[in-house]
């Protein structure tokens, strides 16, 4: 009877994957292959010090966070970056600053492709500032498993400056990809900034008032008119999408893979930089590679 079991249980295991998606037509699991090497010219690598923490001291966090979508996760975070840190990005890649390109399907060759995407890049160097956001937005994460950092890159985006509306991710490669994304605004042209927010046409719309403060939303501005707040409450959620304001300091995070072991991406997590309209954004990408759950 044992020698039955056995067997029993190894067809089990020889045949759990084919049953399991026979059963779930049209949503097949991760094939996962094993962990791609790791490019440490792309990674922001941690070393022992900063895991054990006994590295670099950084200053303590003073962000506050307000979540604006579960499914996918999308979290807006207020002053995400101090001041100096703002200071000391700009100054860091001004000299660097290079056209950005587009990267193809293929995930391995690039073009220059102004009229999909119209900004200045800048792979920034390593400073102790820029290792603390680093590990900031790794702690925001929780420090998940198999999980790295990209090398962070600052965006410049003048007047007419754009990125047209495209996914952060790439199909699954075998359970691994860029699990999720921070925009953060370092420069916002002293307050002077038109346009240059970052869309969401897949997301649902704010139906609170409270985030007209980080938001677009329809209506006058309630600073400008004391009626304009129940115009707004009343138009809000009419229709789908939003856009977040490029306020300097703050940072929007979403993930961009479904947690169900399918490998698939987030529709949702379309998004597009709007045309700049008059004066100078600047941005921060910071882009998680890693196990996708």
Partial sequence: MFSYIVAFLGLLVVFYNPIAEFLTPGVPQIRRIP????????????????INGT?????????SIHIYSRAPLVIYVENFLSADERSHLLEISEPIFEPSTVTHDDGATTERAPTV??????????TDAVRCIEARSRALQGW?????TERLRVQRYRPGGHYNHHFDWNPSRGGWGRVSS?????????????GGGTEF???RPPVDPRWCAFVECPGPDPADDESAGTQQQQTLGAKL???????????VYWENFR???????????????????????VGLNIWSWGKIE
């Fill in 144 to 148: 998940p498993d198999e999980v790295w």
């Fill in 117 to 126: 995407r119209d900004s200045e890049v800048a792979l920034i160097p390593r």
């Fill in 35 to 50: 962990r791609p090497r790791l490019n440490e010219d792309l990674l922001a690598l941690e070393t022992a010090g900063a």
């Fill in 201 to 203: 046409p897949r997301l």
């Fill in 241 to 251: 999408g939003v856009v977040f304001k490029p306020v300097a300091g703050n940072a």
């Fill in 259 to 281: 947690p169900d072991g399918t490998g698939r991406g987030y529709d949702e997590s379309w998004h597009a930089g709007l045309p700049v309209v008059k004066g100078v954004k």
């Fill in 55 to 63: 590295g670099q001291q950084c200053p303590p966090n003073a962000y």
């Fill in 182 to 194: 921070f925009m953060a605004w370092v420069g916002d042209g002293g307050g002077s900034l038109e």
